[in-house]
Each structure stands twice: as structure tokens, then as C-alpha cells.
């Protein structure tokens, strides 16, 4: 097979504006949420970008063309690979964001450098992940209920991307409904333009022509320069930067994030892999793995906090007739975008408005996949999976407009709040962790429908051990923002003040103790009754 063929002209086109809405969303955030400078967005963060998609993109472009080789095949198409869209939003709200408003609070002479760092030790250890998953990823995947993992990626799905860029599709209803209408019409109702138009292209056309109509573009107003950062950025390791910042105390804090949206990365790449063996692309799991976790420690070493991985969407391009060499293109288009400074241009030209109803898609489409690959009976499960997500994107909510609103988020507000029927101390609990807490609720009521008592009990075992360590469901409030409260490792490092709780979760730990002592009885004190029989 050779390395470029008919298909991959319109395969990078696709590919190229998929990841462009990905950059277009990126910046913004980095910008308008985190406050970060356009020196470290465009002098760090984007060329750390470009060298995670060189190093995945150019590998499975090669993976491709070596497969076409051993089969004798010309019709081998490679893994598309970019930014992981669940990772981007979650280390912008909960790491980055919480890291800058933490040291706001604590009055710290440089709030984006630290929340930079946070995010950079996010990404180099959810590459670490990756990388070490690669050799046992299978059995991980083994004694995970499938509806467990994919409950709590559908429920990052739903709140972070879905809700988040619905409330601001119907802030600016004129670009945000038409947008809707759009992608729904192209994606669910299957769909294309006349004249063999790229639905992402002619999407991102409506949506920015829409712009300039209503007053949202040119973004940043007549007074913008959008070539001001046009010139050439150079790839520089930040390798000092890192290591600091993995000193800097963020790995421990970051950890109820870190740890499952790494997981959930190996997860989310192994069943695209597999999406593509089914498509008729067998691709080997452990170089595939390897080379994802090693892109995302390139993206930390080089700056950027985002993480990378093989994405849905094989059999698509499979059908566009894209074999190797769209990888090849995307890759080096990305780049040039990342190291010229062009996404000022971008930005400029093309508001997040155009984009945002493709990233609400594929939120809904993260969400409903949990279902569409789920057994009927376990649906339950994915709801109760889908929860802890959409309680922590709540939280999030409250504690910016608290923020935004001059209030002091303390534990009198708290209280105030209970009384007035909105338990915002059990929202910021579940929120501490809440991707633990929704895998594993998600697997029990699985092990309930399955009646597995035992394993059932293990699963509450896992939440007590958690929740006893203060990785889950323990917080501390901090003026602006709630942080994850250790204790425990205060003791054990010696830094432990006299007086302070040593298990703020302890309440929850014992929950989940008497509920696995449920579970370990209910063989003795349970029998099974028929579907319309009254329980």
C-alpha cells in the first residue's frame, strides 16, 4: 500500500477541522477560563500540542502502511489520533481551574503558572498511565463492568461538554440554535451536503458566517491584532518546569482526576482499537497503547497540559477512502497551525460559537454509546453511573457564580444552603472524586442486577479504602473553590496540625463498609422473586 491514495485528500480535510474545532475550543478556554497569557498559550502550550500529534499521527500513519504490508492489503486505514476531548475539559475544570483559583485563595504571586503546572503534571501522569496500562490493559478491562467505565465517561460527556455548551448555545440563540439544528440534521439524521462538501467544513462556514452577521466576530473586538502572534514558535522542552511542578504538590491533590481519566484514556483508545479490528484493521493493542501514553508525555515535556489519544471515528474514515497518508497530512497541518501562531488569526476569525454545537455532539454521542454498547438490563447502571458527572459539573457551576458574585464560599454559606433545602455539602462531597464515585456505583447496581453479592461487596470495599484515604468525597473549602482534603498523608508526611480531622470522609467510609456488609449478607436474608411479582 502506498502511503498516499485518493481517499486521504478529503480524510485530512475531515480530520484537520475535527482537530481545529478541538484547538478553537482549546484556546479560548485557556484564554477566557484560565486567564493564561497569549505567551504561554502560543509559546508553550500549542507547540507541546504539535509534538503529540507528530509523534501519534506519523507512528499510525507507519503502523498503517507496515499492516498494508504483512496482509498483502492496500486498503489499511490509520487510527486517527488528537486531543482527547474529555481530557481537554477535564483539566481545564478540575485540575487547571481549581489549581488557580487554590492559589488565588492563597494570595500566590503567579496563579497561572502554578495552575499550568498543575496541568502539566496531569498530563505527564495520565501518560504514565497510558503507558504502563498498555502492558495489562486487557485485564483491567476484564474486571471492569463495561457499563462502569462507560457511565462515567457518558457522564463527563453530558455535563462537561454537553450542558456546558448548551447553556452557551442558548446565551447567543441566533448562531447557537442554527448550529444545533445543524449538526443534528448532518450526524443524526445521517445526512450530507450536495456537491460532496465536508459537513465539518460547511458547519464551521454557516457558523462563522453567523458570527460576523450577529456581532460575536471578529472575537476580541475592532481593537484585536490577530496576526500580533504570527511568527514561528519553536518546540522547547520545559523539562524544569516540569519538574518542578511535579514537586509542586499538584500530583497528590490531583490524583481522584488524574488516576480514572487515565484509565478511561486506555479504555476509550482499546475500544477504538477495537472499533477498527471490526472495521477490518487489525491493529496490535500494546505498540498502539504505548505510543498513545508516549505522545501525552511528549504533549506534558513540551508544555502542554492536554492529553492525547486514538479517537473514535476509524470506520468513518475508512469509508472516506483515507488510508495513511491523511494521518501524515493532519499531523503536519496541526503543526503548522500550533508553531506559526496561526491560532490567533483563527481565534480571531472564528468564534467558539461556530464550533461548539460539534463538541456538544460529541458529548451526546459519548453518552449514548454507554447505552448503544450496554445490555438493556444494565441501563439502570449507566444512569446511575452518569450522576456523580453531572453533580460535580453543577458544583461547578454554584462555585463560579459564587465566585463571580463576590461571595465567600465557606462552610456558613454551606450550612445557610442546607437549611434552605440545597445540600451543597453533599454536592461538593460527591463531587471529591466523582469519577471513582460513578465507576464504582455504576459496577455495583451491575453486580445487583447480577446478583454477585461478593463482588458487589469488593466494589464497596474499593469506595471504603477511598474515601478512608480522602481520595474520595473529601474536600476543604478554600474562599473560591473546594479542594480534595488529605489529612491522612499530612500525618504521614508529619505536617498533620493537632486537631484537624484525620478522616474529613469518614462518614462516607463507613457508609460504604456497612453497605458492603449488606451485600456480604444479602445471600442469607434475600431470595430471588419474578419480574411481576411485588418485592
Given at each position: 500500500?502506498k502511503?498516499?491514495?485518493?481517499?486521504?485528500?478529503?480524510?485530512?480535510?475531515?480530520?484537520?477541522?475535527?482537530?481545529?474545532?478541538?484547538?478553537?475550543?482549546?484556546?479560548?478556554?485557556?484564554?477566557?477560563?484560565?486567564?493564561?497569557?497569549?505567551?504561554?498559550?502560543?509559546?508553550?502550550?500549542?507547540?507541546?500540542?504539535?509534538?503529540?500529534?507528530?509523534?501519534?499521527?506519523?507512528?499510525?500513519?507507519?503502523?498503517?502502511?507496515?499492516?498494508?504490508?504483512?496482509?498483502?492489503?492496500?486498503?489499511?486505514?490509520?487510527?486517527?489520533?488528537?486531543?482527547s476531548?474529555?481530557?481537554?475539559f477535564?483539566?481545564?475544570?478540575?485540575v487547571?481551574?481549581?489549581?488557580?483559583?487554590?492559589?488565588?485563595?492563597?494570595?500566590?504571586a503567579?496563579?497561572?503558572?502554578?495552575?499550568?503546572?498543575?496541568?502539566?503534571?496531569?498530563?505527564?501522569?495520565?501518560?504514565?498511565?497510558?503507558?504502563?496500562?498498555?502492558?495489562f490493559a486487557?485485564?483491567?478491562?476484564?474486571?471492569?463492568?463495561?457499563?462502569?467505565?462507560?457511565a462515567?465517561?457518558?457522564g463527563?460527556?453530558?455535563?462537561?461538554?454537553?450542558?456546558?455548551?448548551?447553556f452557551?448555545?442558548?446565551?447567543?440563540?441566533?448562531?447557537?440554535l442554527?448550529?444545533?439544528?445543524?449538526?443534528f440534521?448532518?450526524?443524526?439524521?445521517?445526512?450530507?451536503?450536495?456537491?460532496?462538501?465536508?459537513?465539518?467544513?460547511?458547519?464551521?462556514?454557516?457558523g462563522?458566517?453567523?458570527?460576523?452577521?450577529?456581532?460575536?466576530a471578529?472575537?476580541?473586538?475592532?481593537?484585536?491584532?490577530?496576526?500580533?502572534?504570527?511568527?514561528?514558535?519553536?518546540?522547547?522542552?520545559?523539562?524544569?518546569?516540569?519538574?518542578?511542578?511535579?514537586?509542586?504538590?499538584?500530583?497528590?491533590?490531583?490524583?481522584?482526576?488524574?488516576?480514572?481519566?487515565?484509565?478511561?484514556?486506555?479504555?476509550?483508545?482499546?475500544?477504538?482499537?477495537?472499533?477498527?479490528?471490526?472495521?477490518?484493521?487489525?491493529?496490535?493493542?500494546?505498540?498502539?497503547?504505548?505510543?498513545?501514553?508516549?505522545?501525552?508525555?511528549?504533549?506534558?515535556?513540551?508544555?502542554?497540559?492536554?492529553p492525547?489519544?486514538?479517537y473514535?471515528?476509524?470506520?468513518a474514515?475508512?469509508?472516506?477512502?483515507?488510508?495513511?497518508g491523511?494521518?501524515?497530512?493532519?499531523?503536519?497541518?496541526?503543526?503548522?497551525?500550533?508553531?506559526?501562531?496561526?491560532?490567533?488569526?483563527?481565534?480571531?476569525?472564528?468564534?467558539?460559537?461556530?464550533g461548539?454545537?460539534?463538541?456538544?455532539?460529541?458529548?451526546?454521542?459519548?453518552?449514548?454509546?454507554?447505552?448503544?454498547?450496554?445490555?438493556?438490563?444494565?441501563?439502570?447502571?449507566?444512569?446511575?453511573?452518569?450522576?456523580?458527572?453531572?453533580?460535580?459539573?453543577?458544583?461547578?457551576?454554584?462555585?463560579?457564580?459564587?465566585?463571580a458574585?463576590?461571595?465567600?464560599?465557606?462552610?456558613?454559606?454551606v450550612?445557610?444552603?442546607?437549611?434552605?433545602?440545597?445540600?451543597?455539602?453533599?454536592?461538593?462531597?460527591?463531587?471529591?472524586?466523582?469519577?471513582?464515585?460513578?465507576?464504582?456505583?455504576?459496577?455495583?447496581?451491575?453486580?445487583?442486577?447480577?446478583?454477585?453479592?461478593?463482588?458487589?461487596?469488593?466494589?464497596?470495599?474499593?469506595?471504603?479504602?477511598?474515601?478512608?484515604?480522602?481520595?474520595?468525597?473529601?474536600?476543604?473549602?478554600?474562599?473560591?473553590?473546594?479542594?480534595?482534603?488529605?489529612?491522612?498523608?499530612?500525618w504521614?508526611?508529619g505536617?498533620?496540625?493537632?486537631?484537624?480531622?484525620?478522616?474529613?470522609?469518614?462518614?462516607?467510609?463507613?457508609?460504604?463498609?456497612?453497605?458492603?456488609?449488606?451485600?456480604?449478607?444479602?445471600?442469607?436474608?434475600?431470595?430471588?422473586?419474578?419480574?411481576?411479582?411485588?418485592?
Amino acid at each position: 500500500m502506498k502511503w498516499f491514495s485518493r481517499g486521504d485528500g478529503e480524510g485530512f480535510v475531515v480530520a484537520f477541522v475535527n482537530n481545529l474545532v478541538q484547538l478553537l475550543i482549546l484556546a479560548p478556554l485557556c484564554r477566557g477560563v484560565l486567564g493564561f497569557s497569549p505567551e504561554l498559550i502560543y509559546g508553550r502550550i500549542l507547540p507541546g500540542v504539535a509534538i503529540s500529534f507528530l509523534v501519534g499521527n506519523l507512528f499510525y500513519a507507519w503502523q498503517a502502511v507496515q499492516l498494508a504490508r504483512r496482509e498483502g492489503r492496500t486498503d489499511v486505514t490509520a487510527l486517527p489520533y488528537g486531543i482527547s476531548t474529555p481530557g481537554l475539559f477535564a483539566h481545564v475544570f478540575l485540575v487547571m481551574l481549581p489549581a488557580k483559583q487554590l492559589a488565588l485563595a492563597q494570595g500566590l504571586a503567579d496563579p497561572e503558572r502554578f495552575a499550568w503546572h498543575a496541568g502539566l503534571v496531569a498530563c505527564f501522569a495520565g501518560g504514565l498511565i497510558e503507558f504502563g496500562c498498555a502492558f495489562f490493559a486487557e485485564k483491567i478491562r476484564r474486571h471492569t463492568p463495561p457499563a462502569a467505565m462507560l457511565a462515567t465517561l457518558a457522564g463527563v460527556g453530558l455535563g462537561f461538554l454537553g450542558l456546558s455548551f448548551l447553556f452557551q448555545a442558548f446565551a447567543a440563540p441566533v448562531i447557537g440554535l442554527v448550529m444545533l439544528v445543524l449538526v443534528f440534521l448532518v450526524f443524526f439524521g445521517r445526512v450530507k451536503f450536495r456537491g460532496g462538501l465536508p459537513a465539518t467544513v460547511v458547519l464551521l462556514a454557516v457558523g462563522t458566517a453567523l458570527a460576523w452577521a450577529t456581532g460575536l466576530a471578529p472575537v476580541g473586538g475592532p481593537a484585536a491584532q490577530p496576526l500580533a502572534h504570527f511568527k514561528l514558535y519553536f518546540p522547547v522542552p520545559v523539562l524544569g518546569e516540569l519538574w518542578t511542578a511535579l514537586f509542586g504538590g499538584h500530583i497528590v491533590a490531583y490524583l481522584s482526576v488524574v488516576i480514572p481519566i487515565g484509565l478511561l484514556g486506555v479504555l476509550a483508545s482499546l475500544q477504538n482499537i477495537e472499533s477498527a479490528a471490526a472495521a477490518g484493521d487489525n491493529y496490535p493493542v500494546r505498540p498502539s497503547l504505548v505510543i498513545n501514553g508516549l505522545g501525552t508525555i511528549a504533549a506534558a515535556c513540551f508544555g502542554s497540559p492536554f492529553p492525547s489519544s486514538i479517537y473514535i471515528g476509524h470506520p468513518a474514515w475508512k469509508k472516506l477512502g483515507a488510508r495513511a497518508g491523511y494521518s501524515v497530512l493532519n499531523g503536519l497541518g496541526i503543526t503548522l497551525v500550533c508553531l506559526t501562531g496561526a491560532m490567533g488569526a483563527l481565534t480571531w476569525l472564528i468564534p467558539a460559537e461556530a464550533g461548539i454545537a460539534i463538541i456538544l455532539w460529541i458529548g451526546i454521542i459519548i453518552a449514548a454509546q454507554a447505552f448503544e454498547v450496554t445490555e438493556k438490563k444494565y441501563y439502570p447502571a449507566v444512569v446511575v453511573g452518569l450522576l456523580p458527572a453531572l453533580a460535580a459539573w453543577a458544583m461547578l457551576i454554584v462555585k463560579t457564580s459564587v465566585g463571580a458574585g463576590g461571595a465567600t464560599l465557606n462552610a456558613a454559606l454551606v450550612s445557610g444552603a442546607s437549611r434552605a433545602g440545597a445540600y451543597l455539602g453533599g454536592g461538593f462531597a460527591l463531587e471529591q472524586g466523582f469519577l471513582y464515585s460513578a465507576m464504582i456505583w455504576s459496577a455495583v447496581v451491575v453486580c445487583i442486577i447480577d446478583r454477585r453479592w461478593l463482588r458487589a461487596a469488593a466494589w464497596c470495599g474499593v469506595g471504603a479504602v477511598l474515601a478512608l484515604s480522602g481520595l474520595m468525597h473529601s474536600y476543604a473549602l478554600t474562599g473560591r473553590d473546594t479542594v480534595i482534603d488529605l489529612p491522612l498523608l499530612a500525618w504521614a508526611s508529619g505536617t498533620w496540625t493537632p486537631g484537624r480531622a484525620l478522616f474529613p470522609a469518614g462518614g462516607a467510609a463507613l457508609g460504604y463498609t456497612l453497605a458492603a456488609l449488606v451485600f456480604l449478607l444479602a445471600k442469607f436474608i434475600t431470595v430471588p422473586r419474578a419480574e411481576d411479582e411485588v418485592a
